[in-house]
């Protein structure tokens, strides 16, 4: 789960908020190859990590039939800032692997972004193991 851990190290470059997780995200090719990473408040204080991966790929990349988005916290389902959800954004890509480390705590919203993945369709893996992780770097809003 070396991808995995990428993202979590990605979601330490999030700027500090009270309101909101810090999460790192990758999209991966089959090969291996990163076609796009993101974290939380990358370019803009609302941006979520998925959100901003997915701004860096052509939706139209072929690649994306077999790739992999990678995720330190569950995709979300609900948004204040914005009107689309991570999940929603997943969905409008054909990404058919979804991974994360750690399930939304229901601590600002209530999520169900890995049920409403895998209603639809796609893959959703949780590597708990790694969620100490992910919860380590969203520690003062725990």
């Known amino acids: ?54 701004r860096s790929v052509d939706p139209a990349d072929p690649r994306l039939r077999t790739a992999t988005l990678y995720s330190s916290l569950e995709p979300c389902t609900v948004r204040a800032a914005r009107p689309r959800s991570c999940s929603e954004l997943i969905l409008e890509t054909p990404i058919p692997r979804i ?10 919203v209530d999520c169900d972004g890995a049920e409403q993945l895998r209603a639809a369709g796609r893959t959703v893996v949780e590597v708990p193991r790694l969620a100490p992780l992910a919860r380590e770097v969203n520690a003062h809003l725990l």
Not at 16 to 39: I, K, Q, R, W
């Open 99 to 108: 991974v994360f480390a750690w399930h939304e705590p229901a601590i600002f």
């Open 1 to 54: 789960m070396e991808r995995l851990r990428s993202a979590i190290e990605l979601s330490r470059r999030c700027p500090p908020s009270e309101t909101a997780f810090s999460v790192g995200a990758l999209v991966l090719d089959a090969d291996g190859e990163v076609l796009a990473d993101g974290y939380s408040r990358r370019d803009t204080w609302h941006d979520h990590a998925e959100e901003s991966a997915l």
